[in-house]
Every structure is written in C-alpha cells, then in structure tokens.
C-alpha cells in the first residue's frame, strides 16, 4: 500500500463534526472590499480595488497563489523567470482581456460557408494560397505566448489571462483560413522556407522581450495590414466577414504589443538598444514578405481579378500594402518610445515613399 | 453627411441590442469628417459596451477627444451611403476599411497610433453600424 502524507487525526476530529473555525477568519488577506459592477458585468478592472489591485513590480514568491491571497509560508516555488512587472505589463492589459473575451467569435458558427461562391480557378487558387500563408503564420503567435506562459510568475495573472486570450484567437484564425482553403474546392497552397524562418526567429527568441517584440509589433502589424486589405479584395462576403473579425483581434494584439513596449522602456530606457537589435534582426521579413510570390502574386491577383489586370496592375497594390505596413509599424514604434525611421534595414526600393526621418524617401 | 445618418446608428444599436451584444463591447470616440471644398463638418461617435453613447454633430472637436479620425470629402461620403442603401450594407469597394486602407478616398488618423487600431479593433461593429443606414434608407 501507498503512504500518503494525511493528516488522519483531522480526519477523525471531521468525521465527529469537530471543526477548528479559528483559521476562517484569521485570513492574512483584504476584508471589506466590494468590487461593484460597471455597465458591461463586473469586469477585471473593476475588480482591482483595494490591496488586490496592487500588482508588484517583483513579486516576493514564485508560486501559483492568488495575488492578495493568504499563502502558506512552505509553498513550492514554480520556477517562473519572468518575475519582473515591466517584463510583461501594459497600462491596458485588462481592458483588453475583458475586450478579448467580449469579442470572440466562432469560425464554425460565425461565418455564413454556405454562401460561398464558386469563383473563377485563378481566384480560388489565390485565395487559397493566401489562406495558407495565414494560416501558417498566425498559429506561432499561439506557440510563442504558450511557451512563455508557464514562465510568468502569477502575479502577473492579468498578463497571463490575455496571452491565454490571444493563443485561442490565434487558433481560431489558424482554423478559420485553414477551413476557408478547403471549402470551396481549392486546398492548401505552397509553404515557404522564407516565411518559416521569420516564425522560427520569434518561437527560438531568447527572452518574451525579443519575441514580444519581434511578434507584436512587427509580426502581428503586417498581418493586421494584411488582414485589412483581404477584407478589401475579398471576393465575397464570405471572406470579407472573416478577414473583418481577423482583423478586430490582431489589432487587440498589437495593441498590447505596443503599450507594452512603452511600460517597458519607460521603466527601463536603457533596454532599448536590445530592443532595436531585435528589429534590426526581424524587420528582414518585411523585404523578403513583399519580395515572395507566393505572397505578393495572390494579393495582386485578388486585387486585381485576372491574370491579365493582374499583369497590368504589376507591383501596384503590393506597394501600397507595404507602404501601409512600413508606416504603420514606424508609428507604433514612434509611440512605444523606439523610434526606428532611419534605422530600418531595406533596399532602397522597398522605402520609396517611407518617411525615414528626414522626409519622404523617393 | 448628416446628423439623421448618426441618428440612425443609434437607433439601431438601440433597437437591435441583441446584434451588437453578439460582437462584443467597444470604447470608441471616433470622429467622422466630411470635407466640402473649404468647408468642414465633423461629427462624432462614441462606442461604450454595447451601447452608442453619442452620436451627432460636433461643435469642439478637441473637447471630444477622439481616439481617431475616419475623413474624406463629401462625395466619397455620399457614395458609400448610396451604396449601402442600394445593396442593403456596403458592397466589397464600399466598406469602412475598404475605403480607407489607401488613405484615398478615406483616411483613418490618429497623433496616437493605439487610438488608431481602434477603428480595426471594432470594425465590425462600426461596419455593422454604417450598414444600419441601409435600414433606415438615409442617402446624403
């Protein structure tokens, strides 16, 4: 037989009902506090209030305990490493959990796939091959949140709860492309080394530094431009409702991305340069993206409708996507206090229309 | 653009909760500008939880503190409110982000970029918004 370690005399003591109620309410913890419900429900904002509220910038302890609660002094400790705040933080983490939560949709109810049209071959096979890349990309931004996850020291719950968040919209976006490249008579499309080293880079990051910045800010930016211009060539409804609600949640992720790269730098300026030598290392991926076929060609053939116009429009939209993408990452840099312009790596091609600091590159 | 358009996006999340509940809850201020020429009108929209909380013309845009601002001339403007009557919500060329990702003719700005995102983070809620004027048959 097995010795567990029981404590049998409690047991007899329960068993006649004798109960010691002395520990009940000599809880080392906050009595009194009555979080109140705000217009949506009660929210995790509204629930920060009093002792609770408080979140350390270095916890004491690595252990799963409720912050705020009464921990027992012998409590294991889980190994976190990431147990500073700022590793982690932003000023609007739990209104974009609570957001998060609020706006989940489901790829299997949420999308009318029984309205799909049958659509020209050259279209649904640039569909598809533009639903392969998405659907390859967007699962590491699942994988890199789930690797770090266990990591984070508890404390930080708030920050665990929306990565949680983001590893099932991204799952759903994995599901949602994988589904809509297989429901009208396409399939999956090529693969490309190109783009598996780019994941690769933020699945091997060294630090949720490196990789939070790496996915967030540049990874998950593109993709947001991507997604609003597939809500733009869309050829039905049908897509077009996928790429709209694709584009609410990455848009949350970058979100989070950018506040948090500013809580960061702010509570340690001297980080930056880290931060720009990872850039400096990731922001390849935007020469190579706009440089394969495999992504560039679907794109402007959905803008464009054929081959033919396709021909005719050339590198039209494609620059216009990647003109958005540079711009837009550059401002979110700007604001998280990284400023980039005039330090991003690209052929010179590639910028014509940048504003690299010193005006518009032409 | 008129204030019956932002009259009838709060109508509509008024009379039809159990469609905006569904998308989930925003916090928006976003201004919606129309350019005429010199002239300039603007008006606002607040998104709170489920609700529009304000809807109409704006006299102090600065006093609004808009997260964002979506702003194009008037005929782009007529034209995507044609267009959403005439189909019953805006067509693939006609939506909010499709009007808008070129920066022409429609422009989405923001000193903030986060208060950007915004208008991606709802878009669907905003677009289900603009498409209520198919409801209401409200044209320029």
């Known amino acids: ?362 | 653009m008129n204030s019956a358009w932002f009259e009838a996006m709060e109508a509509d999340a008024r009379n039809r909760p159990e469609v905006y509940r569904v998308l989930g809850f925003a916090d928006l201020r976003l201004v919606v500008e129309e350019t005429d020429g010199d002239a300039v009108r603007c008006f606002g929209l607040v998104l709170d939880g489920y609700d529009v909380e304000f809807a109409g013309e704006l006299d102090d845009v600065d006093a609004f503190r808009p997260d964002a601002t979506v702003t194009g001339p008037r005929e782009a403007w007529d034209e995507m409110a044609a267009n959403i009557v005439a189909n019953g919500g805006a067509d693939g060329t006609h939506t909010l982000n499709a009007m808008s990702i070129a920066e022409l003719p429609l422009r989405v700005w923001s000193a903030d970029p986060v208060g950007r995102d915004k208008f991606f983070r709802y878009a669907e809620t905003l677009q289900v918004l603009f498409d209520s004027l198919a409801g209401a048959a409200i044209t320029a």
């Open chain 1, 1 to 362: 037989m097995t010795t567990v370690s029981a404590d049998l005399e409690y047991l007899r003591r329960a068993e006649a009902g004798k109960f010691d109620w002395g520990w009940l309410r000599d809880t080392k913890s906050e009595w009194g506090v009555k979080a109140q419900p705000g217009k949506v429900g009660l929210t995790m904002r509204d629930i920060a209030v009093g002792s609770y509220g408080e979140v350390p910038d270095h916890p004491s302890l690595r252990t799963m305990a409720p912050r705020g609660s009464d921990v027992d002094p012998d409590v294991p400790d889980m190994g976190y490493t990431i147990n500073t705040k700022a590793e982690v933080w932003s000023d609007n983490l739990l209104d974009l959990y609570e957001e998060a939560v609020s706006r989940q949709w489901s790829a299997t109810r949420d999308i009318p796939w029984g309205e799909l049209p049958e659509l020209d071959p050259d279209l649904e096979h640039a569909m598809c091959q533009l639903c392969t890349v998405l659907s390859e990309v967007e699962m590491v931004a699942s994988d890199f949140p789930a690797k770090w996850l266990w990591r984070i020291n508890h404390d930080f719950v708030e920050a665990k709860m929306f990565l949680c968040t983001q590893a099932m919209d991204e799952a759903r976006h994995t599901e949602v492309f994988r589904k809509r490249a297989l429901a009208n008579g396409g399939g999956l499309g090529k693969s490309k080394s190109v783009i598996e080293r780019f994941l690769k880079l933020i699945l091997d990051a060294q630090s949720y530094d490196e990789g939070s910045a790496l996915m967030h800010i540049l990874g998950e930016g593109i993709v947001l431009s991507l997604f609003r211009a597939g809500e733009l060539l869309a050829p039905s409804p049908v897509e077009k409702r996928i790429f709209r609600l694709c584009m609410q949640d990455e848009a949350r992720h970058v979100a989070y991305g950018t506040m948090h790269l500013r809580y960061r730098l702010e509570r340690d300026p001297s980080m930056a340069e880290d931060f720009h030598a990872y850039l400096d290392a990731g922001e390849e991926i935007i020469g190579m993206l706009f440089t394969t076929p495999e992504v560039v060609e679907p794109v402007t053939l959905l803008a464009a409708g054929s081959m033919k116009a396709a021909e005719e429009l050339a590198l039209g939209g494609a620059d216009m996507l990647r003109g958005r993408v540079i711009e837009e990452y550059l401002q979110r840099c700007d604001h998280a206090g990284l400023p980039r312009r005039g330090r991003l790596k690209l052929p010179a091609e590639l910028l014509v229309g940048v504003d690299d600091g010193e005006g518009k590159v032409a």
